[in-house]
């Protein structure tokens, strides 16, 4: 049985960190992923950030509410506006800080990216944010993992009712068209993951330099 815990810690030599954001803040700053320090960006990154945190609560509070489909109607209510929103903020911008990729665009993908699958008919008349997605995924080693053999064409937990509400299968980004075929091949590949994993009980993430 595995047991997974949703506190991450992260340890440097005497600095332990906790917290998602307060890590990934800390992992932004030391790859050049906190902006160009210009004040501009600075608060573009922060309103970003704090927003796509916003949303990302809500999607969590819908998912996870006793009464999900009530929530999720509700939820799918104010979604236009949030994907809207988002597009404005983006605007004509490559990235939403600016003309440099940074840790608030990871957050922005994940978020966008989700809904795409789920709703792609609202992406209709936002195509600064279809544009943005296609861009984040042209990374080279984004794109590489993103087609390789070792990534799981598979939805998280929270998406699962989603697309259950939706579809009889799921997640699909390849170009086959077959998708009961891709979601038992992913579920094979997960299934042979998870068989070669040792129970854990909570992780911790090491980092040197």
């Not at 990534?151 to 299968?169: F, N, V």
């Not at 086959?176 to 992780?203: F, N, W, Y």
Request: hydrophobic share 40%; charged share 20%.
């Amino acid at each position: 049985m595995l047991t997974f815990y949703l506190s991450l810690t992260i340890l440097e030599g005497d600095l332990k960190l906790t917290q998602s954001l307060t890590i990934l803040r800390h992992l932004a700053a030391k790859n050049g992923l906190a902006g160009n320090g210009s004040e501009e960006e600075a608060i573009r990154i922060d309103l970003a950030e704090q927003v796509l945190r916003e949303y990302r609560n809500k999607f969590i509070d819908a998912t996870l509410s006793t009464s999900f489909e009530k929530a999720r109607l509700a939820y799918l209510a104010q979604l236009p506006d949030m994907l809207r929103s988002l597009s404005t903020y983006l605007g004509a911008r490559p990235y939403f800080a600016g003309n440099s990729i940074t840790y608030v665009d990871f957050m922005a993908y994940e978020f966008i990216d989700q809904h795409f699958y789920l709703y792609a008919e609202l992406f209709a008349k936002l195509p600064n944010l279809k544009a943005f997605l296609r861009r984040v995924e042209a990374l080279p080693t984004i794109h590489e993992f993103q087609y390789s053999p070792k990534y799981i064409r598979w939805p998280s937990g929270l998406l699962i009712p989603w697309y259950q509400a939706k579809y009889y299968t799921t997640f699909h980004r390849s170009d086959s068209s077959d998708r009961v075929h891709e979601l038992v091949t992913s579920m094979a590949k997960c299934q042979k993951i998870v068989e070669g994993v040792p129970p854990m009980g909570s992780e911790t993430v090491t980092t040197s330099g």
